[in-house]
T-cell receptor
Framework: KQEVTQIPAALSVPEGENLVLNCSFT??????LQWFRQDPGKGLTSLLL?????REQTSGRLNASLDKSSGRSTLYIAASQPGDSATYLC??????????FGGGTRVLVKP | EAEVAQSPRYKITEKSQAVAFWCDPI?????LYWYRQILGQGPELLVQ????????DSQLPKDRFSAERLKGVDSTLKIQPAELGDSAMYLC??????????????FGEGSRLTVL
């Protein structure tokens, strides 16, 4: 059974600092990995999707890497802003379109 | 921009009552998911539809939960009777791709259920 872990559960950084969020998964037989953002009381917004054949994806200040063999992905957010404060979740997709989520990392960017 | 619509946004009910949530996915999206998210945790899949067919409902508590997507478009998730432990956010999501990878997943705003 696929298990997805995100450590730390919470993170607080001063504005301008780079953010590094970690995601690990137990079964490397995945189709893709997605990173989502969730604001309090809201749904999830997709940030980046990395196919299993890719090593990384970039969108603006966001960069996500994927190392399937070690079961790890990292989301980098450059030059963090207070508006980046949210919970970030990763999810891996395996056979049968099954998506397994991590517990999320709650990020606070202090002005 | 196309969105996944969910209603109601908030629902407060007493235990043993019935409750229903509705979801309208993005037009043309064949795959529809219902997730339950307990505060502070990641979403957990309850049921997955491919068009009108259930693909996976292995985690759906079938003694009290039911879900349908009769015409392969919108979907309803029902709980009867509701229990205190059902208090959570119920999220609907849809994706365009079917089979061999979901592709990008689009979520609705969710329905927050509180059972008293």
């Amino acid at each position: 059974k696929q298990e997805v872990t995100q450590i730390p559960a919470a993170l607080s950084v001063p504005e301008g600092e780079n953010l590094v969020l970690n995601c690990s998964f137990t079964d490397s037989a995945i189709y893709n990995l997605q990173w989502f953002r969730q604001d309090p009381g809201k749904g999830l917004t997709s940030l980046l999707l990395i196919q299993s054949s890719q090593r990384e994806q970039t969108s603006g200040r966001l960069n996500a890497s994927l190392d399937k063999s070690s079961g790890r992905s990292t989301l980098y957010i450059a030059a963090s802003q207070p508006g980046d404060s949210a919970t970030y979740l990763c999810a891996v997709e395996a056979a049968g379109n099954k998506l397994t989520f991590g517990g999320g990392t709650r990020v606070l960017v202090k002005p | 921009e196309a969105e996944v619509a969910q209603s109601p946004r908030y629902k407060i009910t007493e235990k043993s009552q019935a409750v229903a949530f509705w979801c309208d996915p993005i037009s043309g999206h064949a795959t529809l998911y219902w997730y339950r998210q307990i505060l502070g945790q990641g979403p957990e899949l309850l049921v997955q539809f491919q068009d009108e067919s259930v693909v996976d409902d292995s985690q759906l508590p079938k003694d009290r939960f039911s879900a349908e997507r009769l015409k392969g478009v919108d979907s309803t998730l029902k709980i009867q009777p509701a229990e205190l432990g059902d208090s959570a956010m119920y999220l609907c999501a849809s994706s365009l791709v079917s089979g061999g990878g979901t592709g990008e997943l689009f979520f609705g705003e969710g329905s927050r259920l509180t059972v008293l």
